[in-house]
């Protein structure tokens, strides 16, 4: 198994920058890749970002590419998502989740076996 648990979240204003963070426990070297959604109330969960547990290689949700990076320490078996530039539109609860069968399916829920508990951002105007 894999545990999940995210930092970093809080209250912000517009145009603001936060850093989440991401610390996976456990059985993390079977870790494919990992990944960022997010869920606003009453919407879907949203793919972010999702990167290579070993090598470089990032995938985007494109509108976010930009404003969001994403990366990671293996050595700490930590991941981040840095967010610049703040908006009110992206206040949400932020999950990080573990894929460990590195699937074509990188950018859906069901793509990823393990799930943080999440972390709250919110964007002031």
């Known amino acids: 198994q894999v545990q999940l648990v995210e930092s970093g979240g809080g209250l912000v204003m517009h145009g603001d920058s936060l850093k989440l963070s991401c610390a996976a426990s456990g059985r993390t070297f079977s870790i494919y890749n ?19 547990w070993s090598g470089r290689t990032t995938y985007y949700k494109e509108y976010l590419k930009g404003r969001f990076t994403i990366s990671r320490d293996n050595a700490k078996d ?27 399916s990188i950018g859906l829920e069901a793509g990823y076996d393990y799930w943080g508990q999440g972390t709250q951002v919110t964007v002031s105007s």
């Open 78 to 104: 930590m991941v981040y998502l840095q967010m610049n530039s703040l908006k009110p539109e992206d206040t949400a609860v932020y999950y990080c989740a573990a894929d460990l069968t590195g699937g074509a």
């Open 34 to 52: 990992m990944g960022w959604f997010r869920q606003a109330p009453g919407k879907a969960r949203e793919f972010i970002a999702a990167i290579r």
